[in-house]
């Protein structure tokens, strides 16, 4: 490339800027309509009539009889970063509306031929035309009108960009993205009159129902007959989510109507869809899906809805809270509603081991412990046993005192006598005897608990654990939920264990092999274990040893 060859470097024209812009916010008709409803709504709309032409290629056109526009604002109104919605940058951590930008009347504009007539109740109507981002005329009538509100005609998308028409898909395609977007207002805005023209078809008119957001989704989703819905709703944390699930379920995803919609707007959420569709498998059979619309309605400082130009993505701060509520609500709803009683579980001890059986003439082998062995540190340690041995006796001498832990052991008084433990084959007994003997009743958790998981479960031992009680979900990439826990192990750090269990790749028959590394953890569960056990059995199997300083030092 010679020199005369080098083109220098120059700024775009804004009308580019804008079409640049434009090809972000706006890729297909059905992401003009969802701008223009999403104004209507924001401009406190009660009446909103719709009109399509050519799957909105030649006219998008959405009247409503909102709060106007101004004369005097009517063509900043469709500058780029224009806006009534925000102030400053901390807005958009508390939105209460649809747009915030100031972006999408400029993309559209300066993509089409647009049409804009305004007013605000009792001042005169305010025209505006503007042609491929260029302003054309800019009236105002003389009179003014009682009533208020907006009507945008959008014709000939992209007709000044060919490029973007490459990009437009067939026909049917793009009815259905364009339905989609109708039904998302119906279903968000039941409070609103709504009224749609498809070319040159009869107007279909959805009168509002107040907040009677039930019917509006059986009017909206319905095809040939009526639906059988299932209503479930539950709130934890300031979080509401609230679900419609139709009884009626096929194959596949053609024809489904499957909405997710965070504080009023639709969005995507691969994770949390998985989730609503696998926690329903109570309600329909395997391998089929039905109709759902979901709604979340959370704080608006917990969701940020800023990473997507079309705003379709939002970014839940606490996601895992989310996902566990969405679960919780479904599985345990459905459960409620079912007529037939579950059948009582049977006491199955096919996968609990008998633990400690092999240990009979087992040796005593425990690893160094880790600390200063010193002379002054050992001297201090014996002191301390001195000492737990020199105070007075309590009215009640049967109690187990946690002097101190190490890596794998704890050393314990008891009626004056110091035993050493081995904390995981103490906590592997404890386990295998509460679900030996104990009540394996799944308690659903209030809110499901998250686990921190390195591989996949499969799903018979999802069924083994929950025959014991543990219910666990798959919610997609190898994040699970825990969501019920046998009733016998109320005081036993069973999330903790369970995690341990899956991760070192145990089976059920193996948790006295488990190696458990958090010491906070077992201090806190040592008295209770100790208090449960039988010290005189725990002692026979190896599991506490006896101590007397001589030993105590041999073994240091």
């Given at each position: 490339?010679?020199?005369?060859?080098?083109?220098?470097?120059?700024?775009?024209?804004?009308?580019?800027?804008?079409?640049?812009?434009?090809?972000?916010?706006?890729?297909?008709?059905?992401?003009?309509?969802?701008?223009?409803?999403?104004?209507?709504?924001?401009?406190?709309?009660?009446?909103?009539?719709?009109e399509?032409?050519?799957?909105?290629?030649?006219l998008?056109?959405?009247?409503?009889?909102g709060?106007?526009?101004?004369?005097?604002?009517?063509?900043?109104?469709?500058c780029?970063h224009?806006?009534?919605?925000?102030?400053?940058?901390?807005?958009?951590?508390?939105?209460?509306?649809?747009?915030?930008?100031?972006?999408?009347?400029?993309?559209?504009?300066s993509?089409?031929?647009?049409s804009?007539?305004?007013?605000?109740?009792?001042?005169?109507?305010?025209?505006?035309?503007?042609?491929?981002?260029?302003?054309?005329?800019?009236?105002?009538?003389?009179?003014?009108?009682?009533?208020?509100?907006?009507?945008?005609?959008?014709?000939?998308?992209?007709?000044?960009?060919?490029?973007?028409?490459?990009?437009?898909?067939?026909?049917?395609?793009?009815?259905?993205?364009?339905?989609?977007?109708?039904?998302?207002f119906?279903?968000?805005q039941?409070?609103?009159?709504?009224?749609?023209?498809?070319?040159?078809?009869?107007?279909?008119?959805?009168?509002?129902?107040?907040?009677d957001?039930?019917?509006?989704?059986?009017?909206?989703?319905?095809?040939?007959?009526?639906?059988?819905?299932?209503?479930?709703?539950?709130?934890?944390?300031?979080?509401?989510?609230?679900?419609?699930?139709?009884?009626?379920?096929?194959?596949?995803?053609?024809?489904?109507?499957?909405?997710?919609?965070?504080?009023?707007?639709?969005?995507?959420?691969?994770?949390?869809?998985?989730?609503?569709?696998?926690?329903?498998?109570?309600?329909w059979?395997?391998?089929?899906?039905?109709?759902?619309?979901?709604?979340?309605?959370?704080?608006?400082?917990?969701?940020d809805?800023?990473?997507?130009?079309?705003?379709?993505?939002?970014?839940?701060?606490?996601?895992?809270?989310?996902?566990?509520?969405?679960s919780?609500?479904?599985?345990?709803?459905?459960?409620k509603?079912?007529?037939e009683?579950?059948?009582?579980?049977?006491?199955q001890?096919?996968?609990?081991?008998s633990?400690?059986?092999?240990?009979?003439?087992?040796?005593?082998?425990?690893?160094?412990?880790d600390?200063?062995?010193?002379?002054?540190?050992?001297?201090?340690?014996?002191?301390?046993?001195?000492?737990?041995h020199?105070?007075?006796?309590?009215?009640?001498?049967?109690?187990y005192?946690l002097?101190?832990?190490?890596?794998?052991?704890?050393?314990?008084?008891?009626e004056?006598?110091?035993?050493?433990?081995?904390?995981?084959?103490?906590?592997?007994?404890?386990?295998?005897?509460?679900?030996?003997?104990?009540?394996?009743?799944?308690?659903?958790?209030?809110?499901?608990?998250?686990?921190?998981?390195?591989?996949?479960?499969s799903?018979?031992?999802?069924?083994?654990?929950?025959?014991?009680?543990?219910?666990?979900d798959?919610?997609?990439?190898?994040?699970y939920?825990?969501?019920?826990?046998?009733?016998?192990?109320?005081?036993?750090?069973?999330?903790?264990?369970?995690?341990?269990?899956?991760?070192?790749?145990?089976?059920?028959?193996?948790?006295?092999?488990?190696?458990?590394?958090?010491?906070?953890l077992?201090s806190?569960?040592?008295?209770?274990?100790?208090?449960?056990?039988?010290?005189?059995?725990?002692?026979?199997?190896?599991?506490?040893?006896?101590?007397n300083?001589?030993?105590?030092?041999?073994?240091l």
């Amino acid at each position: 490339m010679g020199q005369s060859d080098l083109k220098k470097i120059q700024l775009l024209p804004e009308h580019i800027i804008d079409q640049i812009k434009a090809g972000e916010v706006i890729e297909r008709p059905s992401t003009l309509l969802k701008e223009l409803l999403e104004n209507a709504v924001d401009a406190g709309s009660t009446q909103i009539d719709i009109e399509l032409a050519n799957n909105g290629l030649d006219l998008v056109s959405v009247k409503d009889n909102g709060k106007g526009i101004p004369f005097e604002d009517l063509d900043l109104a469709f500058c780029r970063h224009a806006t009534s919605k925000i102030e400053n940058f901390e807005d958009l951590y508390k939105l209460s509306t649809y747009g915030f930008r100031g972006e999408a009347l400029a993309s559209i504009a300066s993509i089409s031929k647009l049409s804009c007539i305004s007013n605000p109740k009792g001042r005169p109507e305010g025209t505006i035309k503007i042609h491929g981002g260029e302003v054309v005329t800019l009236d105002q009538d003389r009179e003014a009108i009682n009533e208020s509100g907006t009507s945008m005609y959008i014709r000939d998308l992209f007709y000044n960009t060919p490029a973007r028409m490459k990009f437009i898909q067939s026909k049917t395609s793009e009815r259905n993205q364009l339905d989609k977007i109708v039904k998302a207002f119906l279903l968000t805005q039941p409070n609103i009159k709504i009224s749609v023209k498809w070319d040159d078809q009869d107007k279909k008119v959805y009168s509002a129902c107040g907040e009677d957001l039930k019917k509006r989704v059986e009017e909206t989703i319905k095809k040939n007959r009526p639906l059988n819905l299932v209503e479930l709703n539950s709130t934890y944390d300031q979080t509401n989510f609230r679900v419609f699930l139709s009884r009626e379920s096929s194959r596949g995803n053609a024809g489904k109507s499957q909405f997710l919609f965070v504080n009023g707007r639709l969005v995507q959420d691969t994770a949390i869809h998985k989730i609503i569709l696998n926690s329903s498998y109570s309600l329909w059979p395997q391998g089929e899906t039905g109709n759902y619309c979901a709604y979340i309605d959370i704080p608006s400082e917990r969701v940020d809805v800023n990473i997507h130009p079309n705003k379709i993505q939002v970014k839940f701060f606490e996601a895992p809270k989310i996902y566990s509520l969405v679960s919780s609500a479904i599985k345990d709803g459905l459960a409620k509603q079912r007529r037939e009683t579950p059948q009582p579980r049977q006491e199955q001890n096919t996968f609990i081991p008998s633990i400690g059986a092999e240990k009979q003439a087992k040796e005593v082998e425990y690893r160094s412990f880790d600390f200063d062995s010193s002379n002054s540190s050992l001297q201090n340690y014996f002191d301390r046993l001195d000492n737990a041995h020199s105070q007075p006796r309590p009215d009640n001498t049967s109690e187990y005192n946690l002097l101190s832990t190490f890596e794998d052991c704890s050393i314990f008084s008891y009626e004056d006598k110091i035993y050493l433990v081995s904390t995981p084959e103490l906590m592997a007994k404890w386990l295998g005897c509460l679900l030996s003997t104990g009540d394996k009743t799944p308690m659903p958790l209030l809110v499901s608990q998250p686990l921190k998981l390195l591989k996949k479960v499969s799903s018979p031992f999802q069924n083994q654990l929950l025959e014991i009680g543990f219910e666990i979900d798959d919610i997609g990439e190898n994040n699970y939920v825990l969501r019920t826990f046998p009733q016998c192990l109320k005081n036993f750090p069973f999330k903790e264990y369970l995690e341990s269990l899956l991760n070192q790749g145990k089976t059920l028959n193996e948790l006295s092999k488990l190696c458990i590394k958090d010491q906070t953890l077992w201090s806190r569960q040592h008295r209770k274990a100790l208090e449960e056990l039988s010290l005189p059995d725990l002692l026979k199997e190896d599991i506490v040893v006896e101590l007397n300083r001589q030993r105590l030092k041999k073994l240091l």
